[in-house]
């Protein structure tokens, strides 16, 4: 048995975990969300997305110029978990055996082993994800739906948790690829950072005059804690006329949209609104719930031919569906 397959075998134990109670995971949320704002300034909201992708069961896309923190948030998330983390780079030479792993003839045993990629890990961070060639990108559809990477035909479960966070640079189109509507359906959220306001800026240099903040900051949480907050997710109870609003929001971007909110695209959204429930400590879906999070779950999974864009019917399907 390799390594992995050890990992493996134990990770597939933590479906049992018993859950939080609503109030202590509502606290954890927050507990690494503080830890995270001692190196990223001003970005709480984006620290709480992350978060509920996480606790979702999902993964989050940062798409913004260069420059803004994007690695480093990711980063600071990871590091506030007491898990691991791997971190890829993706260029353009990248393959996908770079990603998931490769079998090697070992001379020994004179039988080929699994070496691991870096997807065999807690949080698993793609830093400029674009920049690599489709069939690259292609490695993370797998992992990213189903945790697990098949190679030569053998299956090997990742760990749990397991979340991607993915950065990508969207200021030089002639020199990246367009991540194909399935993988970035497989994203549960998609935010953008912006620029710093001139407080917040400011007080940002004053941070890095010395040593990074990065390189104090210290685990707030581990594994264990986020299967068992994940598992009070999941008990988030989520009504009928929840689910049928759900439905039809889903129903108008597919009716005013070339591509509109797939099936999986509203799982994504009970589930984001189930963290965000627990955020405010409830064990029960509102529509508001829904409403907060359909903006940043949904907007960069519909396509249109015109040019009102994804967020743009996402806004109007918020504004013009009825909560019965």
């Given at each position: 048995m390799t390594d992995v397959d050890a990992i493996s075998d134990s990770e597939k134990e933590s479906g049992s975990v018993s859950p939080l109670p609503v109030d202590e995971a509502a606290d954890l949320t927050t507990r690494i969300a503080d830890n995270v704002e001692r190196v990223i300034v001003g970005h709480r909201d984006a620290i709480e997305h992350i978060l509920v992708a996480l606790f979702a069961r999902g993964h989050l896309l940062l798409e913004d110029v260069p420059g803004v923190g994007k690695t480093m948030l990711a980063r600071a998330v990871a590091t506030s978990l007491d898990g691991s983390f791997k971190r890829?780079?993706?260029?353009?030479?990248?393959?996908?055996?770079?990603?998931?792993?490769?079998?090697?003839?070992?001379?020994?045993?004179?039988?080929?082993?699994?070496?691991?990629?870096?997807?065999?890990?807690?949080?698993?961070?793609?830093?400029?994800?674009?920049?690599?060639?489709?069939?690259?990108?292609?490695?993370?559809?797998?992992?990213?739906?189903?945790?697990?990477?098949?190679?030569?035909?053998?299956?090997?479960?990742?760990?749990?948790?397991?979340?991607?966070?993915?950065?990508?640079?969207?200021?030089?189109?002639?020199?990246?690829?367009?991540?194909?509507?399935?993988?970035?359906?497989?994203?549960?959220?998609?935010?953008?950072?912006?620029?710093?306001?001139?407080?917040?800026?400011?007080?940002?240099?004053?941070?890095?005059t010395g040593e990074h903040p990065i390189e104090s900051l210290e685990p707030v949480a581990d594994v264990g804690d986020v299967r068992r907050a994940r598992s009070t997710v999941s008990e988030v109870t989520v009504r009928e006329p929840v689910r049928a609003y759900v439905s039809r929001l889903a129903k108008y971007t597919r009716e005013h949209a070339r591509l509109g909110a797939s099936p999986r695209g509203a799982i994504a959204l009970v589930r984001a609104s189930q963290v965000r429930a627990v955020f405010e400590g409830r064990g029960y879906v509102t529509p508001d719930d829904v409403q907060t999070e359909a903006p940043t779950v949904w907007s960069h999974r519909v396509r249109t031919d015109t040019e009102v864009d994804g967020a743009t019917v996402v806004e109007r399907a918020l504004e013009e569906v009825p909560v019965e």
């Amino acid at each position: 048995m390799t390594d992995v397959d050890a990992i493996s075998d134990s990770e597939k134990e933590s479906g049992s975990v018993s859950p939080l109670p609503v109030d202590e995971a509502a606290d954890l949320t927050t507990r690494i969300a503080d830890n995270v704002e001692r190196v990223i300034v001003g970005h709480r909201d984006a620290i709480e997305h992350i978060l509920v992708a996480l606790f979702a069961r999902g993964h989050l896309l940062l798409e913004d110029v260069p420059g803004v923190g994007k690695t480093m948030l990711a980063r600071a998330v990871a590091t506030s978990l007491d898990g691991s983390f791997k971190r890829v780079q993706f260029t353009p030479d990248l393959l996908p055996s770079d990603v998931t792993g490769v079998n090697v003839f070992n001379e020994k045993t004179r039988e080929f082993e699994f070496r691991p990629g870096p997807v065999f890990a807690n949080v698993l961070l793609g830093d400029e994800i674009n920049r690599a060639p489709p069939k690259t990108q292609a490695a993370l559809l797998e992992v990213m739906a189903e945790e697990q990477v098949t190679v030569d035909g053998e299956t090997h479960r990742v760990p749990d948790p397991f979340t991607v966070i993915a950065t990508q640079n969207d200021v030089e189109p002639g020199r990246t690829y367009e991540l194909p509507v399935a993988e970035v359906d497989r994203f549960t959220k998609k935010i953008r950072l912006g620029y710093p306001s001139e407080d917040e800026e400011t007080e940002l240099l004053g941070r890095l005059t010395g040593e990074h903040p990065i390189e104090s900051l210290e685990p707030v949480a581990d594994v264990g804690d986020v299967r068992r907050a994940r598992s009070t997710v999941s008990e988030v109870t989520v009504r009928e006329p929840v689910r049928a609003y759900v439905s039809r929001l889903a129903k108008y971007t597919r009716e005013h949209a070339r591509l509109g909110a797939s099936p999986r695209g509203a799982i994504a959204l009970v589930r984001a609104s189930q963290v965000r429930a627990v955020f405010e400590g409830r064990g029960y879906v509102t529509p508001d719930d829904v409403q907060t999070e359909a903006p940043t779950v949904w907007s960069h999974r519909v396509r249109t031919d015109t040019e009102v864009d994804g967020a743009t019917v996402v806004e109007r399907a918020l504004e013009e569906v009825p909560v019965e």
